[in-house]
């Protein structure tokens, strides 16, 4: 009998907790996300948190095509579930918070938003919770064991381990030949981005037109699409646990 095949999987070991992250379908993201609560995210440690990038040297940034790359072997294909109108890729996730002896469960949606990235976080209850919060109006609280600043923990912790996981997975695959030429658009703030001719590109451009013609350039040479780098499971996870054991405790 074969062994069922789990979902992709990354694990981050913290000093206040540690976190598991599955890749999960949409539908079953919507399914849980129907008995969950939001976990509000301060939009500043996310727009300080990716801008930071942006002053580092140009090989240390970790840009948006990197993040793409990145998720896209760690987690598989992006979600076509996301506003196109603002956003170019979703990953949908089951998050496992370890603390205290605990196993703590949450949702989180890493996704693009006007050309930054953003963390959507849920704090999943059971059925009798929701019940009691949602029809009763009851006035206990919602379970959620995160205050502010471990909220901030949790997200530069997932980002940082992202980051050194990004450079090593991006490294790999342009010394192996394997990365395959894509590009990315958002006509919000005219930006372009990907991998073509060997490098890493993002662009937001000052107008329209010179967004349009940039978009049909690209379009005559390349597909407007993310090849899915995440093809073999058990080479993708063999991967993904040898860059995890490189990552600092």
């Not at 090989?59 to 990197?66: A, N, Y």
């Not at 662009?203 to 940039?214: G, H, M, N, Q, V």
Request: charged share 20%.
């Amino acid at each position: 009998m074969n062994n069922p095949i789990t979902p992709p999987h990354f694990a981050i070991q913290g000093d206040r907790f540690g976190i598991d992250l599955w890749r999960i379908s949409y539908h079953q993201y919507e399914a849980l996300r129907e008995r969950s609560f939001r976990v509000d995210v301060d939009s500043k440690i996310e727009f300080y948190m990716f801008q930071k990038e942006y002053e580092k040297p140009e090989p240390e940034q970790f840009t948006l095509p990197k993040v793409l790359v990145t998720l896209g072997t760690l987690f598989g294909e992006s979600s076509t579930h996301y506003d196109d109108s603002r956003q170019t890729f979703a990953f949908h996730c089951f998050l496992c918070l370890r603390k205290d002896g605990r196993n703590l469960p949450y949702l989180l949606n890493i996704a693009d938003y006007r050309g930054s990235v953003s963390f959507w976080l849920y704090r999943v209850i059971d059925h009798e919770q929701f019940f009691t919060l949602d029809v009763g109006h009851s006035q206990k609280t919602v379970p959620n064991e995160l205050d502010l600043d471990n909220i901030a923990y949790l997200i530069y912790g997932i980002w940082f381990n992202l980051a050194i996981s990004g450079h090593a997975i991006c490294a790999e695959k342009i010394a192996n030949h394997t990365l395959h030429p894509f590009f990315r658009h958002l006509s919000c703030n005219y930006l372009i981005y990907g991998y073509v001719e060997n490098a890493f590109f993002e662009e937001e451009l000052d107008s329209e037109r010179k967004y349009r013609t940039a978009v049909t350039q690209l379009n005559a040479k390349y597909e407007c699409k993310y090849i899915p780098i995440f093809q073999n499971l058990s080479e993708t996870q063999a991967m993904i646990q040898a860059v995890t054991n490189a990552i600092p405790k």
